[in-house]
């Protein structure tokens, strides 16, 4: 039994695509993992939702209690200004 040249050909292209579709799959299989993996995004996520209920929770503190905090804070922000302009440096 002889195979003809023309069958040899044929064979190395099937081989060809296979090698291709097995690089493919590969390639395939590891941008699914890169996308589905959700590992570190744990502690990013936690520290989100710590930051929004910190800010929820002072702005419905300063809303609430502006009345009573409004001159604590003007005189907290008026000595921090003077820090920083150097003032009462001798």
């Known amino acids: 039994m002889t195979i003809h040249p023309r069958d040899w050909w044929l064979l190395g292209q099937i081989v060809a695509v296979q090698r291709v579709r097995g690089i493919g799959r590969k390639v395939r299989d590891r941008i699914r993992s890169r996308i589905k993996d959700e590992s570190g ?21 300063v809303t609430f209690f502006w009345g009573n905090i409004k001159a604590a804070a003007t005189t ?11 003032g009462g440096i001798e």
């Open 76 to 86: 907290w922000s008026t000595k921090a200004a003077n820090a920083i302009q150097g």
């Open 41 to 61: 995004q744990t502690p990013t996520e936690y520290l989100m939702i710590v930051g929004l209920m910190a800010m929820v929770i002072i702005v419905v503190f």
